[in-house]
């Protein structure tokens, strides 16, 4: 893994000498205004290929908003989201090569899990026997092998996160954003979770931009966390940086030092 990038409000410089391949993902200034308030407030942020970048945050920070941003469901009114170096504006979203997860992942009940891991290949039109042989493979990365017939009604939450997990990797997203993937289970799964999801990502080589109100889940996963409030980015570092040295008041105080 990469570790520790700094951000990218220094556009081109901040990225290194400017020689080396483009961040997975870059985000420019991004700015939304909703309901006469900036809920994103030129937000930069870069992730390298490979790197897995957790967002922290209290509620109303503007976190979802920025992973809406980048999946393409939400306009910027100033800056702009590159993958791979490419532009994405005018880009819809299901044309854009990142898979996005939603806490509630909403799983299609009249589905079976293999239904519904499918469902990501379907759209895109792949052959029934390479369908197949794909959820299968899916299923086994996430832990569940051979459920491909179990009815989702049937399945633990924890299952079920997994079934959400296996559909979002079935396109092969170039880049995985995961919002709160884990918020409804309980802590001793989240824990397990968070250290398989951390095993399965550097096995597949996958760029995971991930949002999290809980600091264990994202210490636990990230190689790099980022912590926002009121649309900015207050502080983004390693996470024994983050621990160590919080940048400002706000950030000592989310992270339970002054309580
Ligand atoms: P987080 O995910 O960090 O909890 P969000 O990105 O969901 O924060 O929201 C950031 C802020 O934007 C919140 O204050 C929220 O109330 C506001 N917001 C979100 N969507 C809308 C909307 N459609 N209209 C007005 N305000 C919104
Ligand atoms: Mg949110």
Redesign the pocket.
């Known amino acids: 893994r990469s570790g520790d990038r700094s951000d990218g409000r220094g556009g081109a410089a901040a990225e290194g000498n400017g020689a080396g391949p483009a961040p997975m993902l870059r985000i420019d200034d991004a700015t939304v205004r909703?309901?006469g308030r900036p809920?994103l407030d030129a937000v930069g942020l870069s992730v390298a290929e490979h790197e897995i970048v957790c967002v922290l945050?209290?509620?109303?920070?503007?976190?979802?908003?920025?992973l809406r941003a980048v999946a393409g469901l939400q306009p910027l009114d100033a800056g702009r989201v590159l993958l791979e170096g490419r532009d994405l504006e005018g880009v819809p979203a299901h044309r854009r090569g990142v898979g996005l997860m939603f806490q509630d992942h909403q799983l299609f009940p009249q589905r079976d899990v293999g239904g519904n891991v499918a469902f990501g290949l379907r759209v895109r039109g792949a052959d029934r026997e390479r369908q197949a042989a794909r959820v299968g493979e899916l299923l086994d990365l996430v832990g569940l092998p051979g459920s491909g017939r179990r009815a989702v009604a049937s399945l633990s939450g924890g299952e079920q996160q997994r079934v959400a997990l296996a559909r979002a990797l079935a396109p092969r997203p170039r880049l995985l954003m995961l919002d709160e993937p884990l918020g409804q289970l309980d802590r001793s799964l989240r824990e397990r979770l968070v250290v398989e999801l951390r095993e399965l990502f550097g096995e597949l080589g996958t760029t995971v931009l991930a949002?999290t109100h809980d600091q264990g889940e994202a210490f636990a996963l990230a190689d790099r966390v980022v912590v926002?409030r009121e649309?900015r980015i207050a502080q983004s570092g390693s996470p024994l940086d983050v621990w160590q040295r919080p940048a400002d008041a706000f950030v000592a105080r989310f992270l339970g030092f002054e309580n």
């Open positions: 909703l309901g809920v945050g209290p509620s109303g920070s503007g976190k979802s908003t920025l949002v926002m649309g």
